[in-house]
């Protein structure tokens, strides 16, 4: 049988529950008013205690090496020129690019004769003397461009374009403030005229027309010829290109651009051209520290487009792993001052940020994403480097690379430091093949300047 429960015993049992509930609730929350850093040391044999350590007195090697090739993007900025430096010597900025044919024309599947040649080159700054134009040559492509291959800054141009100049220098000039105007032989336009495909109407109203056009035309080469007095490096934004011909009856003309974003095309994918940007440095009587590991320099150097890096090695990393054992790594921080006061790092231009990569011998340069660290600020980084104009330096945040190398995940004990640029399509700091950037730092030799490393680790006694 059932038995009933009284209204007022119902609801003397929920008031007992309830506060049986409050009760063991407080019980609870009493327990997690001690010291959380106590929390589970009874699992723990007695002799057994979590410490914190901090080491600042790890060796560190740093030197000064290059020429260092890096890989080529960014096709919205094209340096174009040369550069000389009474520190970092001189730059040269050049230029292997696919072209694009831009419109049809009926004509060209008659008899034709090229009238005018014209390249038209917009930039936007100039690196250097402002009022400097380069005198610009322009050659012929042998060798082409493997669409799938990555490319870097020091590529070999020997070999991989005809030596004949295609510019009529005395028809170069600026036709406007921030445009020149190169008028190329005509027999170049001819011969670019009779390109397999360009005579194809059919090829034309398809994508086909890129890949038949870059398969028999292997591009074209621009440099700065060797000029005396200043100088400097423009940031080239676009490229096109007219031929002017006739024909029996009629006049007419055919464009091409550098369409390194070719989005006509989009179903098919893109198929935008393919470009190398070739970088040259002459540090002849200039750091002559460079790439000599015999002595540590007091001044470490750094310079973009592939110019000089700085070589970082943790000698004595090894062993600490050794002697440590397998470790919590709380924070590594790590701090390179840089030479100069305040005016002159901002004269200068010295960046944000530094990068810096991981190296490993056969391995070139780890992956962007290993270690990878986002910036919670609208800069993403990698390992930090941040400046801090405060402290007169460069901040990084090793952290996760001292972590996975203590856990035996890494084994390189060598990091590689460039004058990098935010990336936005990666989101944090790339290497720099876009801009002209240069920066002194102290090195390890350095008597008033020293690089400051500290790593706080937690671990068993």
Do not use: W
Request: with cysteine; charged share 20%; net charge negative.
């Amino acid at each position: 049988m059932i038995k009933k429960i009284s209204p007022l015993k119902s609801r003397f049992l929920c008031i007992s529950g309830c506060f049986f509930s409050i009760v063991l609730l407080s019980t609870v929350l009493t327990g997690c008013v001690d010291d959380p850093y106590q929390v589970g040391l009874e699992l723990l044999p007695g002799d057994d205690s979590i410490r914190v350590r901090q080491v600042d007195t790890l060796t560190i090697e740093a030197y000064t090496i290059g020429p260092e090739g890096i890989p080529v993007f960014d096709s919205a900025n094209i340096p174009l020129g040369t550069f000389t430096d009474e520190i970092f010597g001189e730059t040269t900025a050049s230029l292997l690019f696919e072209l694009s044919p831009g419109n049809y024309n009926a004509a060209l599947e008659n008899a034709f004769t090229v009238d005018t040649v014209a390249m038209y080159l917009s930039y936007d700054v100039i690196f250097g003397d402002t009022l400097y134009r380069p005198q610009i040559e322009v050659y012929a492509g042998t060798g082409g461009i493997e669409k799938k291959t990555r490319y870097y800054s020091d590529y070999d141009m020997n070999g991989q374009y005809d030596p004949v100049n295609l510019v009529i220098p005395a028809a170069e000039y600026t036709d406007s403030i921030k445009r020149i105007k190169l008028k190329l032989r005509n027999e170049f336009g001819q011969s670019l005229l009779q390109t397999t495909g360009l005579n194809d109407s059919v090829a034309f109203t398809t994508y086909k027309i890129d890949s038949i056009f870059d398969a028999n035309f292997k591009g074209l080469y621009l440099k700065a010829a060797k000029q005396t007095g200043d100088r400097g490096i423009l940031n080239i934004k676009s490229i096109n290109l007219a031929v002017y011909f006739h024909t029996s009856s009629d006049t007419s003309y055919m464009t091409f651009s550098f369409s390194p974003y070719d989005d006509r095309y989009t179903v098919h994918g893109p198929l935008g051209d393919k470009f190398i940007k070739v970088f040259n440095h002459d540090y002849t009587g200039k750091i002559s520290s460079m790439n000599d590991f015999s002595q540590q320099d007091s001044a470490l150097y750094l310079k973009s487009l592939g110019g000089t890096q700085v070589k970082l090695v943790f000698p004595s990393l090894e062993q600490l792993k050794q002697q440590i054992g397998r470790v919590s790594v709380n924070s590594a921080e790590m701090f390179i001052p840089f030479l100069g006061d305040l005016d002159y790092i901002k004269e200068n231009y010295y960046p944000n940020q530094l990068g810096m990569r991981i190296y490993e011998d056969g391995f070139s340069y780890l992956p962007e994403d290993v270690l990878y660290q986002k910036s919670n600020n609208s800069i993403g980084n990698y390992m930090n480097g941040s400046i801090d104009t405060t402290a007169m330096g460069y901040k990084f945040i090793l952290t996760g690379y001292i972590h996975e190398y203590m856990k035996g995940n890494i084994t390189s004990n060598e990091l590689r430091l460039f004058a990098g640029q935010n990336d936005t399509k990666i989101g944090h700091t790339n290497f720099n093949p876009s801009f002209y950037t240069r920066m002194i730092l102290a090195g390890t030799g350095n008597p008033d300047k020293k690089i400051t490393f500290k790593i706080a680790f937690t671990y068993i006694d």
